[in-house]
């Protein structure tokens, strides 16, 4: 039996997922109700969806019964603001924020009360694995997604679609940015410096595990570093140094023509022609996207 869990509230913040959410509250339930402890669930977990008004999520989130669940409709369909306005309606110490189109293991709950119970004190970032593709949904596009997702965790990089973290550290460096649309795909980038330039301790934990529905054709994924491009100049404004260093285009394109010298020359690489071929099309909507970011915001 495990010892009195930590409080844990669930954020996530859907657009026009119906059927992914509906899912991911399916995947929890199993996660909740596979974690050993004699506290009811009601007592140390809450699961909080937010919707944009009219989502067709929200008819699917009332037909579920599960006294943790809780919908709430938003004026907003941006993720940031829905997932701060989920944030401050939780009651839990802790946040687990997880995006609508992820599926979690059965054990996700245990592990992230192991990771809480490994260390006292609140000052702290726990990031899950989120670079794990959906096994029934896989093909060679979400195999390239996952590899390069892994790249970034194993690089120590961050990524809401499975983090967890105190409410107190979530207010203490103020936020996720809820003004601009385009931000949230900066969100992620730009989390890792903020919580470092606070002190917050960050913790990488590979077992905490969190299975992403990558999109399983080369538009939807083109259609993703789009929006990453636009997210693009909201880290330059904020970050100079970091956007040059690692998310301006001309850095992703260093990145992706070194990347492509290994592959095409057989040096030894993960990605094989195809999915280089492809990562190097992806880099072309990451670049259109951020130089009409950058003329609309002018």
């Not at 004026?75 to 599926?103: F, H, K, Q, T």
């Amino acid at each position: 039996m495990s010892d009195s869990p930590r409080s844990v509230s669930v954020v996530c913040a859907t657009y026009e997922r119906p059927v992914d959410t509906v899912e991911l509250v399916s995947s929890l339930k199993t996660a909740v109700d596979a974690y050993d402890t004699d506290e009811p669930a009601t007592e140390w977990f809450e699961c909080i969806i937010v919707y944009p008004r009219g989502d067709p999520a929200a008819d699917r989130l009332e037909r579920i019964e599960w006294e943790p669940l809780h919908s709430i409709e938003s004026d907003r369909s941006e993720a940031n603001a829905n997932r701060d306005r989920g944030i401050s309606a939780a009651d839990c110490e802790y946040i687990a924020i997880l995006d609508s189109d992820v599926v979690v293991a059965s054990d996700w709950m245990t592990q992230v009360q192991a990771a809480l119970a490994s260390r006292s004190g609140t000052h702290r970032v726990i990031q899950g694995a989120y670079y794990l593709d959906y096994p029934p949904e896989r093909n060679w596009v979400t195999e390239t997604e996952a590899i390069a997702d892994e790249f970034r965790f194993r690089g120590g990089q961050l990524d809401s679609r499975n983090l967890v973290l105190s409410r107190k550290v979530y207010f203490d460096i103020g936020g996720f940015e809820t003004e601009r649309e385009n931000a949230d795909a900066a969100t992620d980038l730009l989390l890792l410096s903020r919580l470092k330039e606070h002190g917050i301790v960050i913790e990488h934990h590979s077992e905490i595990r969190a299975y992403h529905k990558y999109p399983r054709t080369i538009r939807g994924n083109c259609h993703r570093f789009y929006r990453y491009g636009r997210g693009a100049v909201h880290i330059q404004r904020r970050r100079e140094s970091l956007f040059r260093e690692q998310f301006s285009p001309g850095a992703i394109w260093r990145r992706g023509f070194r990347d492509a010298a290994h592959v095409y020359l057989g040096r030894e690489d993960p990605h094989d022609r195809l999915q280089i071929t492809y990562i190097l099309v992806r880099f072309v909507f990451y670049t259109v996207g951020y130089l009409q970011e950058r003329q609309s915001t002018r």
